[in-house]
DNA sequence: CCTTGTGAAGTAATTCACAGCC
DNA sequence: GGCTGTGAATTACTTCACAAGG
C-alpha cells in the first residue's frame, strides 16, 4: 500500500500517522501529567505513567515514541517537557471555543461543567428552542436561541459543537452546526449523526456505556465457574 | 493457550467469546432495532441495518453471527427476532437497578435521564455527602446521604454504581459501592479508579472527548493541503 | 545498573469475497 | 437474484524482548 517514493521526511510521515488507539490515550497521559506536575515531580518513568493511566509500560512508550522521543534512558521522561510535547500534540496551546445546541438536563450541566473549561475546552453560548428555557441562566451564561447559532459560531469562531438535544432533535441541530461552519461534533443523542466527509463526530451514548457493563454483569451469572464466584456481600 | 480437550460445545465455546468491540456494537444495533420495530418494519438486510448504526454491512453480519444464526439468506433478519436475541445477548430481559454517586451538575443531571430508564436501567437512589444537596428532590428521588449506601445497594439488589463525583473523591466513591457489593462501574470522575479484579469499569472523561475532536482539527489545520480545504462558512 | 525506543512477534479486529441457501 | 454466514486475507493494535544510551 505505501510505496515511499524518496526516504526523506520519514519521521515527518510516521509522525502524521499516529494510531487511533494512541490519540484516545494522549488526553489521559496528558491529565496524568497534570496530576504529576502538581505533585511537583520531575520526571516520570514509563512504568510509573503507565499505573498512573491504567495502561502498561510498553504501550506507553510506543505511544509516546509516535511523536518524538522525549525521553531519557536510565531516567524517565521530564515531566514538564513531555507535558508541552503531549499539549502540542492534542492542540491544546489554545483554547477550543465550543457551543452546546440543547439546554435541558445535560446540556445544562454539561454548560456548568468545570471539567471543560480546565482542560481548555470555553463554552461560549448555549441554545435551545424552547421558550421555556431560552433565557435562563446557567453558571454565567444565558440560554440563546437557537436561531442565533450562526451568529455564535461567526462571532467566536467555533469549531467544536456539542447536540444536547432529545434524539428526535439532534439531526437537525447537527445540521445547524454544520450549516453555521462546526467542524466537529460531540453527539450525546442516541443517533447516528448523518454529516458531511469532513465534519468529524465523536458519539458518547451513556445507556450504551451501562449496556456494556449490564452485558458483562449477565454473563457473569450465566458462566458456570470461572475464578472466584464471590457473589456480593456487605463488609460490616 | 486454548487446547480444547473436546470438540463438543464448540458452538458454546464460540457464543461465549464474544469480541470486546462486538459488545461494544451490540447496544447499537439494539437501538436501531427498536427504531426499525416502531417504524413497522418487519425484516432489516445487514446492509440496511448497517447504514443506521453507522458500520459496514460485513461487520454487521459478523457481530451478529457471533451469537447465533439468526438470519434468512436472500432476506435478512427479522426484527422482532433480532430484537429478541440481542437483548437476550445484552442481558436486558430484565430490568438493572442502579445507583448514583454524587448529585452536583452531572449526577442530577444523569438522575433525571429519561434515556437510562427507557433502556431498562433504573436509577434507584442517589447519594451524596455536601450538607446543600443532602434532601434535595430529583425527578421522583431524594438525595441520600452516602452513607445510606450499603443499604440502598442491599435493598435494590444494586450491581451497577455510577461515580459521578469530583475528582478528588471519586475512589472514595468507588470503594463504598465495592464494599457495598457493586460489581460494575460507570465513572464519569477524570481518574483511573483502584477496584478489586472481579470489579468492572468504564471510564467516560467528556473532556477527553473534546480533546480527541481538538486533535484532528488541530491536526487537520497543519495539514498543508488535504480533499477541500473548505474553511467554515455561514449560509445566509 | 536503569529505562527508553523499537523491530519483531503475537493478538485482535476489520474487510474481502464467495459458497450456500432461500 | 439477493443476502447471509464465514473462512481467508488484511489491517490495526498490543506486547515482547532486547539493543542502545544515559
Same mark, same amino acid.
Given at each position: 500500500?505505501?510505496?515511499?517514493?524518496?526516504?526523506?521526511?520519514?519521521?515527518?510521515?510516521?509522525?502524521?500517522?499516529?494510531?487511533?488507539?494512541?490519540?484516545?490515550?494522549?488526553?489521559?497521559?496528558?491529565?496524568?501529567?497534570?496530576?504529576?506536575?502538581?505533585?511537583?515531580?520531575?520526571?516520570?518513568?514509563?512504568?510509573?505513567?503507565?499505573?498512573?493511566?491504567?495502561?502498561?509500560?510498553?504501550?506507553?512508550?510506543?505511544?509516546?515514541?509516535?511523536?518524538?522521543?522525549?525521553?531519557?534512558?536510565?531516567?524517565?521522561?521530564?515531566?514538564?517537557?513531555?507535558?508541552?510535547?503531549?499539549?502540542?500534540?492534542?492542540?491544546?496551546?489554545?483554547?477550543?471555543?465550543?457551543?452546546?445546541?440543547?439546554?435541558?438536563?445535560?446540556?445544562?450541566?454539561?454548560?456548568?461543567?468545570?471539567?471543560?473549561?480546565?482542560?481548555?475546552?470555553?463554552?461560549?453560548? +448555549?441554545?435551545?428552542?424552547?421558550?421555556?428555557?431560552?433565557?435562563?441562566?446557567?453558571?454565567?451564561?444565558?440560554?440563546?436561541?437557537?436561531?442565533?447559532?450562526?451568529?455564535?459560531?461567526?462571532?467566536?469562531?467555533?469549531? +467544536?459543537?456539542?447536540?444536547?438535544?432529545?434524539?428526535?432533535?439532534?439531526?437537525?441541530?447537527?445540521?445547524?452546526?454544520?450549516?453555521?461552519?462546526?467542524?466537529?461534533?460531540?453527539?450525546?443523542?442516541?443517533?447516528?449523526?448523518?454529516?458531511?466527509?469532513?465534519?468529524?463526530?465523536?458519539?458518547?451514548?451513556?445507556?450504551?456505556?451501562?449496556? +456494556?457493563?449490564?452485558?458483562?454483569?449477565?454473563?457473569?451469572?450465566?458462566?458456570?465457574?470461572?475464578?472466584?464466584?464471590?457473589?456480593?456481600?456487605?463488609?460490616?
Amino acid at each position: 500500500m505505501n510505496v515511499p517514493g524518496t526516504v526523506r521526511d520519514v519521521a515527518e510521515q510516521r509522525r502524521r500517522n499516529i494510531p487511533d488507539a494512541t490519540v484516545a490515550r494522549l488526553p489521559v497521559y496528558h491529565r496524568c501529567l497534570l496530576d504529576l506536575q502538581a505533585e511537583g515531580r520531575d520526571t516520570v518513568s514509563s512504568e510509573q505513567l503507565a499505573e498512573a493511566a491504567g495502561v502498561n509500560a510498553a504501550k506507553v512508550r510506543k505511544d509516546l515514541s509516535y511523536f518524538g522521543s522525549y525521553g531519557t534512558r536510565g531516567v524517565g521522561y521530564e515531566v514538564d517537557r513531555l507535558l508541552v510535547e503531549v499539549r502540542r500534540e492534542l492542540g491544546l496551546t489554545h483554547d477550543w471555543p465550543c457551543v452546546i445546541v440543547g439546554a435541558g438536563n445535560l446540556g445544562s450541566a454539561l454548560a456548568k461543567f468545570a471539567g471543560f473549561r480546565e482542560r481548555g475546552f470555553t463554552i461560549v453560548g +448555549i441554545v435551545d428552542v424552547a421558550d421555556g428555557t431560552v433565557g435562563r441562566k446557567l453558571g454565567g451564561l444565558v440560554v440563546r436561541h437557537e436561531s442565533d447559532l450562526p451568529q455564535l459560531v461567526a462571532e467566536h469562531d467555533v469549531a +467544536i459543537g456539542v447536540v444536547a438535544t432529545p434524539p428526535a432533535a439532534a439531526q437537525g441541530a447537527a445540521d445547524t452546526l454544520v450549516a453555521a461552519g462546526v467542524t466537529s461534533i460531540l453527539n450525546f443523542a442516541p443517533i447516528v449523526l448523518d454529516v458531511p466527509a469532513h465534519v468529524m463526530v465523536r458519539q458518547v451514548d451513556l445507556a450504551v456505556e451501562l449496556q +456494556i457493563l449490564a452485558f458483562h454483569e449477565e454473563r457473569r451469572a450465566a458462566t458456570p465457574a470461572r475464578r472466584t464466584p464471590a457473589r456480593r456481600r456487605v463488609p460490616s
